[in-house]
């Protein structure tokens, strides 16, 4: 192997960066030449690629998005758009491809490999974390200690004011986020996916609680939970028990940011196992970090396999008043 390239794909997360600026300087000591593709899969159909240098990923590590953008493309997931990208790989003597992205990027991927033999290693980038095969994915834990940070604010307003306060984290199908963040924000409920959430129990916990002196609460919420947004959960737990709350939305707040050091380390373990993985012909393959060791899984295993949340976490979050 001659020559490698490098994208981001799906929504970005912080610390994707810090990978591409690994993944470029290890295939690079690697004797690797190494090309950025622009806008992922999309950049990737248009041939918006350029060779990257040592010096063009300096002083990108601590910075948030990333350099190369991030897209979604409809053309890619037809066998006509995997063509093109295929075709502009090979026009350069490319033949291994690292992706950092989610599940759905490395679906992609892996028709990229079956069907063209580009060889293709995925990085989980998505401050989600609900990528199975790696302990933590790039970008959760910026996203959440951006979402403490704005709750310790909030936490302060509610208290001050005796209110009830429900904020809405990111995590459309999943709750890490919110568990994390609702735990490390001393949350009074967090209400998540993965478990029922019973407005019932939850309006008598915060009818007694104040009864009992605690004039200020706050639930954080994923925005995928099953009983609704953040709006709804307001409307339904007025409607049940008269308490009136106010809505703290933080959306994309938590997409952005510098990367925490954790994010930083994890990306450079990521972008360097990425490349090894190539040049060890072990794709199509996803690289993950688990007990601190970096791993190499079956890229199908980000769709088919099922991360759990953390069962003492979620004992925590439910349990301690
Ligand atoms: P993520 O990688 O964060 O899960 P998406 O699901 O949006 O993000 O996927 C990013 C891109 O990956 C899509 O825009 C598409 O180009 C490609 N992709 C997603 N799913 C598939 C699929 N099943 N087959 C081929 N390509 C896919």
Redesign the pocket.
């Known amino acids: 192997m001659k020559a490698i390239a490098v994208l981001t794909?799906?929504?970005d997360s912080p610390g994707m960066n810090a990978g591409i600026r690994a993944t470029v300087r290890t295939a690079l000591t690697s004797g690797l030449s190494v090309f950025g593709i622009r806008r992922?899969?999309?950049g990737l159909i248009e041939d918006d690629m350029i060779p990257l240098k040592s010096t063009d990923v300096s002083n990108i590590l601590q910075r948030g998005g990333t350099i190369l953008h991030?897209?979604?493309?409809?053309?890619?997931?037809?066998s006509g758009?995997?063509i093109k990208a295929a075709e502009n790989l090979k026009s350069r003597g490319i033949e291994g491809l690292v992706?950092f992205?989610?599940?759905?990027?490395?679906?992609?991927?892996?028709?990229?490999q079956l069907e063209h033999s580009i060889r293709v290693v995925g990085a989980p980038?998505?401050i989600?974390n609900d990528i199975w095969g790696s302990d933590f994915t790039i970008g959760f834990d910026t996203a959440v200690n951006t979402a403490l940070e704005a709750i310790d604010k909030v936490r302060d307003t509610a208290a001050a004011h005796d209110r009830l306060f429900i904020v809405e984290v990111m995590g459309r199908y999943a709750g890490f986020i919110a568990l994390e963040v609702g735990i490390g924000a001393g949350a009074e409920e967090i209400l998540i996916p993965e478990t029922v959430t019973d407005i019932p129990t939850i309006c008598r916990k915060l009818t007694e609680r104040y009864k009992g002196g605690r004039t200020s609460s706050i639930l954080v919420v994923a925005e995928g939970d099953e009983a609704g947004n953040a709006y709804e959960i307001a409307e339904k737990i007025e409607k049940h028990s008269g308490i009136k709350s106010h809505v703290t939305i933080l959306g994309h707040v938590q997409r952005g940011g510098n990367p925490t050091a954790a994010d930083r380390m994890l990306a450079t373990k990521l972008g360097y196992g990425a490349v090894k993985a190539l040049l060890d012909d072990a794709a199509p393959c996803m690289v993950g970090v688990q007990n601190g060791v970096i791993n190499r899984h079956p890229l199908a295993d980000a769709?088919t396999r099922k991360k759990d949340l953390d069962k003492l976490l979620v004992q925590l979050g439910s349990g301690l008043e």
Do not use: P, V
Not at 70 to 78: D, G, H, I, V, Y
Not at 102 to 111: I, L, Q, T, V, Y
């Open positions: 794909s799906g929504g992922g899969y999309q991030s897209a979604r493309s409809e053309e890619f997931r037809t758009g995997r992706i992205g989610g599940d759905g990027s490395f679906r992609g991927a892996n028709d990229l980038a998505t989600d769709w």
